[in-house]
Nanobody, 123 residues
Framework: QVQLEESGGGLVQSGGSLRLSCASSGGSFGYYAVGWFRQAPGKEREGISCITSTGGYTKYADSVKGRFTVSRDNAKNMAYLQINNLLPEDTAVYYC????????????????WGQGTRVTVSS
């Protein structure tokens, strides 16, 4: 069973950058697609990015395209989300998740979830 743990969140000023990390243990990380999601206060969890098991294909939500970059290092059992030009509306808890699908397209297609890391962007 895959276990995931996010890190790298924090308080940052608008326009700043963060790199979120997702560490995997306990399973074959390289077999899974990885998705990044976020949940802002009072809102539903939304998918923002995903990457296939080999890292050969990535996808982004329109709201983050051009500012967020997803990557992974299967040798280290890690996935990353580089976030640039942070905006106050990016404030949320960010989650990584693992999917047995080629590219998980909905929350239901993700089998394993981390506990989340909080990102707060001040204006």
């Amino acid at each position: 069973q895959v276990q995931l743990e996010e890190s790298g969140g924090g308080l940052v000023q608008s326009g700043g950058s963060l790199r979120l990390s997702c560490a995997s243990s306990g399973g074959s990380f390289g077999y899974y697609a990885v998705g990044w999601f976020r949940q802002a206060p009072g809102k539903e969890r939304e998918g923002i990015s995903c990457i296939t098991s080999t890292g050969g294909y990535t996808k982004y939500a329109d709201s983050v395209k051009g500012r967020f970059t997803v990557s992974r290092d299967n040798a280290k059992n890690m996935a990353y989300l580089q976030i640039n030009n942070l905006l106050p509306e990016d404030t949320a808890v960010y989650y990584c998740a693992a999917s047995g699908y080629y590219l998980g397209r909905s929350l239901a297609e993700y089998d394993y979830w981390g506990q989340g890391t909080r990102v707060t962007v001040s204006s």
